[in-house]
C-alpha cells in the first residue's frame, strides 16, 4: 500500500503500459496458438484481432465480404474470419450448417448484433430455446396466408394507384422510396394491424427513410466499439422485453428485417427491366394472357405462382439482390462440425455467406447478369435450386417469407399488367441497385440517390423505346 501512495503519475503511465503490452501479447500468443481454433487457415491479421474486420468495414465501408472471398482464394475454403469465428465458403454445406437432417441445437453469436440497436433483443433471442419459444408465436401469425392475401393485396392497390397517379406527370418519381413504402405498409398491416400509410404521404417519407438507410453505415463503428452504442441506445428496448407480449418483442426486428429486402428484390426487377425491352415484353405478354383469364384483376399467390416468366423474374430479383452479403454465424453448444478433415468444436461461431452462394458461377453462370430464362427450365434437382436461398434455411430463416412472396407476386403482376403504367428510368440505371456495400441490409453505391423513374400514361413509341438499353 505504501509502495502505491508514492506512485506518480509516469508510474502510473508506466504501469498501464506495462500491463497493455503484456496482455497485448498474451492475447496474440492465445489466438495465434492456444485457442481451440488456432489450427484452422487464415490470414494473421484477422485471427489476432476484430479490428481487422473493423477496418474492412468502416474505413473500406462494408467490404468485409469481399475480402473475405479474396482470403478463401488465398487459403481454401475453411478460414478464420475473426479470432473467434470460422466462416466456410462451400455451397454443399450450406443445408449441413443451417438445416441438418438431424437437428441440433443451435444459439445466434451475439457479437453479430453488435452496433444495431437491438443487441438486448438479439442477446434474448440467441439462445436456442428461447428463440423457439419466440418464434413459434411470430410463425402462427404468418402462416395466416388467406387472411394476408387480402391485406397485402390492399397495399398493393395503393402503391399502383399512387404509381397511376404519377402518370405523364413529368417529375420524376423515386421507385425505390415508393418499394420500402409499399413493405412498410404491408408489414405494418399485416404484423401489426395498424396500416402505417407510407404509400400516402407525398413523398413516402422520403427524409424518415434516408435516417434508416445513412444509419446502416455507422452499423460497424458501433459494432466495434459498442459502449458508443450504448450511449446513443435507449434502454427502452430492454424495459420492454421484460414487460410486453411476447409477439412485441418482434415488432423492430420484424419491420428491420421484412423492409429493406423486399423493397430492393422489387427495385432490382423494375431496375432491369426497364433496361431491358425483350424481357419487359416477355413478362407484359405472359401477364396479358393472365389478366385476360382474369378480367377481375384479382389472383391469389397460389395462382400467380404459376407464371413461369414472372416466377423466373422474381427468383432473379431475389438472387441479385436480397441475398446478405454478411455472415449469418450459428453456435453449437453441443456438437463438434465436421467440415472435411477439419473438426470445428463446439460453442465456435460458424458462418456462411448467402450472397456467394447466389454467385456462385458454376450454380449460376455469368452471375452479375440479370437473366430470369436462366430459372425457366432449373433441374429441380440442380444447382440453381440448391443454393438459392435468400431467405435462409432451418430453424432460424426467415419468418416472414410468406408475406415477401406475396408482395412480390402481387406488386410485380400489377404492376406489368395490362394498361399498366409505362416506367422509364431517371437517371438511374443499374448501378442504383447493384449491391456493393455489405452492410446488415446491403447497399448499393452510397450517393445513389435511389432509382428513379418517369411514369408515363402510354407506352412509349417504338423509336423512344429503341433508345432503352437493350440489355444488362
Ligand atoms: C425478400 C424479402 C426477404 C428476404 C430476402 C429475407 C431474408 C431473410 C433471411 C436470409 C433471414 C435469416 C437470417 C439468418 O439466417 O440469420 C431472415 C430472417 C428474418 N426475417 Fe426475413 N427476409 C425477407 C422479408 C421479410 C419480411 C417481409 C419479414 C416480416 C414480415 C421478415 C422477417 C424476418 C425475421 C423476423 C427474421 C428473423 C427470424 C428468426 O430469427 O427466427 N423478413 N430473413
Known sequence: MALLKNFTIADWALALGVFTITYTLWLVIYRLWLSPIAGFPGAFWPKVTFWYEFYYEWVQPGQYYRRINDMHKEYGPIIRVS???????????????????????????????????????????????????????AEKLYSKVAAHEALVMDCVKSFCGRLDHERDANEPLNISHACLSLSIDV?????????????????FNKELLEIQRSGLVY??????????????????????????????????????????????????????????????????????????????????????????????????????????????????????????????????????????????PIAFPDPEKFDPERWLNADPDGLMLSQFVPFGRGPRDCVGKNIAWMQLYFALSQLYR??????????????????????????????????????????RRQDEEDTMTNSV
Open 83 to 137: 479470432p473467434d469465428e470460422i466462416h466456410i465458403l462451400d455451397p454443399s454445406f450450406y443445408d449441413e450448417l443451417y438445416a441438418p437432417h438431424k437437428a441440433r441445437r443451435a444459439n445466434a453469436y451475439n457479437r453479430y448484433a453488435q452496433g444495431t440497436g437491438f443487441e438486448d433483443l438479439f442477446a434474448l433471442m440467441a439462445p436456442h430455446e428461447a428463440h423457439k419459444y419466440l418464434r413459434d408465436s
Open 418 to 459: 395490362p394498361g399498366g403504367p409505362d416506367i422509364e428510368l431517371f437517371e438511374s440505371d443499374d448501378t442504383d441497385v447493384r449491391l456493393v456495400h455489405g452492410y446488415v441490409f446491403p447497399q448499393p453505391r452510397l450517393d445513389s440517390p435511389g432509382v428513379r423513374v418517369l411514369i408515363h400514361n402510354h407506352p
Open 219 to 360: 452499423v460497424p463503428l458501433f459494432a466495434h466499439l459498442p459502449w458508443m452504442a450504448r450511449l446513443f441506445s435507449s434502454p427502452l428496448i430492454e424495459y420492454l422485453s421484460s414487460r410486453v407480449p411476447k409477439l412485441r418483442e418482434w415488432d423492430e426486428v420484424i419491420q428491420q428485417n421484412g423492409i429493406h429486402h423486399t423493397a430492393h428484390t422489387m427495385e432490382n426487377v423494375i431496375t432491369y427491366l426497364a433496361m431491358d425491352k425483350r424481357r419487359l415484353k416477355s413478362l407484359k405478354d405472359e401477364l396479358a394472357v393472365f389478366w385476360q383469364e382474369h378480367p377481375d384483376q384479382t389472383s391469389s399467390w397460389f395462382a400467380l405462382r404459376k407464371l413461369p416468366y414472372l416466377t423466373a423474374c422474381i427468383y432473379e430479383g431475389l438472387r441479385m439482390g436480397a441475398s446478405g452479403m454478411k455472415r449469418a454465424p450459428r453456435v453449437f453448444p453441443d456438437d463438434a462440425i465436421r467440415y472435411g478433415e477439419w473438426v470445428i468444436p463446439k460453442e465456435t461461431p460458424i458462418s456462411m455467406t448467402i450472397y456467394y452462394m447466389h454467385m456462385d
Open 187 to 203: 408489414i405494418t398491416a399485416t404484423t401489426f394491424q395498424h396500416p402505417s400509410d407510407y404509400l400516402k404521404h407525398p413523398d
